[in-house]
């Protein structure tokens, strides 16, 4: 892991340079730190502890081969912006966009762990439709912290991240930003396949999905 300055560059929030890095070593370095979301005067925080990465040059990227549509020009942009997409007609995925201006390349923030007060983590569970009539969480599920953002579509509806926060600074005063956590050391750090990108061929095979272990 790259031995980065973690000196914030506005209260709370680490400094561009860490996200102007290649994706593959900030997907990596995300692990253990907070994602933050102020949102309808609501802040809130997640402990990131699964990553991937995407780049430009891989058959996984939606900006592969260097394809600039209206969805993956923020992309493009130098690293330390947000890239938020829909999928499947239903759910918002964020991502951490990196390296330098002209390279396309994102690190996806696949999974969480909630943080804050009593009142924090009912926001989580009122977000993710804990309570919802007629909705049964299994028992496992709803004891449980880091099962309530473990997926992508998860952390954006815990958060109350959606269209409106993509290609934002990541920056306190974009409302989104990135805090120094507590980083994580490898022997705690797994090197998966990326998850459900068969279409890339031999680059779904690339082990650039990162999860880490945070219950030891």
Known sequence: MADMPIAASGPGALPLAFHQREVVDVARDLLGRVLVARVDGTTLRLRIFETEAYHQDERGCHAFGGRRTPRTRPMFE??????????????????????????????????????????ALELVRLRRGFDRPGRRIPRSVADDPMRWCDGPAKVCQALGLCGAHGDLPLETASGVWVEAGSPVQDARVARLPRVGIAYAGADAGLPWRFRADLRS
């Open 78 to 119: 130098l690293g330390g912006r947000t890239y938020v997409y829909f999928v499947y007609g239903m759910h918002w995925q964020f991502n951490v966009v990196t390296g330098q201006r002209g390279s396309a390349q994102a690190a996806l923030v696949r999974c969480g762990l909630p943080l804050g007060d009593a009142s």
